[in-house]
């Protein structure tokens, strides 16, 4: 069985600041990667995803994340964040079935 | 094009009520979800829809049935609301199953009594 872990629970950085959220998953199989965003009160959408290919996948608003498969692992970065950044974010395993396994979700929690 | 839209935005039910909860996509997508979002669990998949006349359960399917009712839409049904149903509920739906990005509706706040 799929699952992921997001090692933090809530991550508070200054403005301007660098980022990282990080995410492991478990799969006896090959997998597809993504993480989502969601703005308060708001649904989920795509920040970005890994299927195949260069392991170094760059999404919108500036984040990139790094597929590593010897450590399972999947983390998000920015190098420079901003208040509207301030956001839930949560990593996602899927496999062939193309099911969505989520993480708990990080909160991101950016001050001036 | 409103992409994904969800009726209602928010009920309140007692327990033992039953309710329908809609969910309709403009894209022409074949596949669509329905989830729930719990504080500190993340999303969970309660039904999907692969596509047009298939259904199949995901995480957490007790308590719940979907009817897969067009292209277009997908409703979650309760039957007999439980307490433990209070959750937020999100519709998805993408172009195909496997590794395509899943487009979400706003949500819907149900809170059982």
């Known amino acids: 069985a799929q699952s992921v872990t997001q090692l933090d629970s809530q991550v508070p950085v200054f403005e301007e600041a660098p980022v990282e959220l990080r995410c492991n998953y478990s799969?006896?199989?090959?997998?597809?990667l993504f993480w989502y965003v969601q703005y308060p009160n708001q649904g989920l959408q795509l920040l970005l995803k890994y299927l195949s290919g260069s392991t170094l996948v760059k999404g919108i608003n500036g984040f990139e994340a790094e597929f590593n498969k010897s450590q399972t692992s999947f983390h998000l970065r920015k190098p420079s964040v901003h208040i509207s950044d301030t956001a839930e974010y949560f990593c996602a395993v899927s496999d062939h079935t193309g099911k969505l396994i989520f993480g708990q979700g990080t909160t991101l929690q950016v001050k001036p | 094009n409103a992409g994904v839209t969800q009726t209602p935005k928010f009920q309140v039910l007692k327990t033992g009520q039953s309710m329908t909860l809609q969910c309709a996509q403009d894209m022409n997508h074949n596949s669509m979800y329905w989830y729930r979002q719990d504080p500190g669990m993340g999303l969970r998949l309660i039904y999907y829809?692969?596509?047009?006349?298939?259904?199949d359960k995901g995480e957490v399917p007790n308590g719940y049935n979907v009817s897969r009712l067009n292209k277009r839409e997908f409703s979650l049904r309760l039957e007999s609301a439980a307490p433990s149903q209070t959750s937020v509920y999100f519709c998805?739906?993408?172009?195909?199953?496997?590794?395509?990005?899943?487009?979400f509706g706003p949500g819907t706040r149900l809170l059982v009594l």
């Open positions: 998805a739906s993408s172009e195909s199953p496997v590794g395509e990005t899943q487009y």
């Open positions: 829809s692969a596509s047009e006349g298939t259904t």
């Open positions: 799969s006896s199989v090959s997998v597809y």
